[in-house]
């Protein structure tokens, strides 16, 4: 939909259109709960188990994938030092992930930032930033935002400026980093329902916003539909 460029994910157990050759040649397969099991390939391994199953590279300190998570990748996560951002990061890694944030830390915090991580201390507001940050990744995962209602009624163009405009600076980025657009999530808020009428919400409630958060939001979902449909992010 419109409101989420999504990143692909393999199904479980397929390892063979996904991982490709390289990678399995790097690569075993581990029980974590019986590590001398090892299977050089998923399709080896009984089916009862495949959710135990991590793969391990040759030379590396980290699994590299699970067997529903294929493969090793680098993305950007924007706004990884926050508290959900942060969370995001240490996920990506523990799947073996290389991960690199693009954080200013005006609300987020370098406590966050693992100290081996590659760190971009700068704004979503900057182009020549953002394009240097999304150099060589496989896809961007987009939580930078000023996530506070008070704080954008208080300051509308500032807020403004990097909910929105950060955000399309972002998508522009993943366009121009990519032939045919570089895969890319954005995160949205329930602030672009507004006073929902009925709960829990659903994604097909109407969008009513009524805070300048809220309709910064919902912005950024129209130009991330406007960035799939016309230069084939995500």
């Known amino acids: 939909s419109g409101s989420l460029i999504a990143l692909a994910r ?66 950007l996560v924007t706004g990884g030092a926050g508290f959900i951002g942060s969370h995001l990061v240490e996920t990506l890694l523990k799947l073996g992930h290389d991960v690199r944030i693009l954080d200013n830390l005006s609300t987020g915090l370098r406590s966050n930032v693992p100290s081996d991580i590659d760190f971009h201390h700068a704004d979503v507001r900057d182009p020549d930033a953002g394009r240097a940050a999304l150099d060589g990744v496989d896809g961007c995962l987009h939580l930078a935002a000023v996530a506070s209602v008070q704080a954008s009624n208080a300051d509308w163009t500032g807020t403004h400026q990097t909910n929105l405009g950060g955000a399309i600076c972002v998508f522009d980025g993943a366009r121009r980093a990519k032939p045919g657009g570089l895969p890319l999530v954005y995160a949205s808020s329930a602030a672009v329902y507004g006073d929902a009428q009925s709960l829990p919400l659903s994604e097909r409630a109407p969008t009513r916003p009524l805070s300048a958060y809220g309709a910064d939001k919902l912005g950024c979902e129209l130009h991330a539909a406007a960035a799939a449909r016309t230069h084939g992010v995500g």
Request: glycine residues 10%; hydrophobic residues 30%; proline residues 9%.
């Open 10 to 75: 393999h199904p479980r157990g397929r390892d063979d259109e996904r991982l490709g050759q390289a990678a399995r040649r790097r690569c075993d397969w581990r029980d974590e709960t019986q590590p001398n099991l090892t299977f050089r390939n998923l399709a080896s391994a009984p089916p009862s188990i495949l959710a135990r199953l991590t793969a391990f590279p040759y030379r590396a300190g980290r699994p590299i994938g699970t067997s529903g998570y294929l493969g090793m990748a680098r993305y």
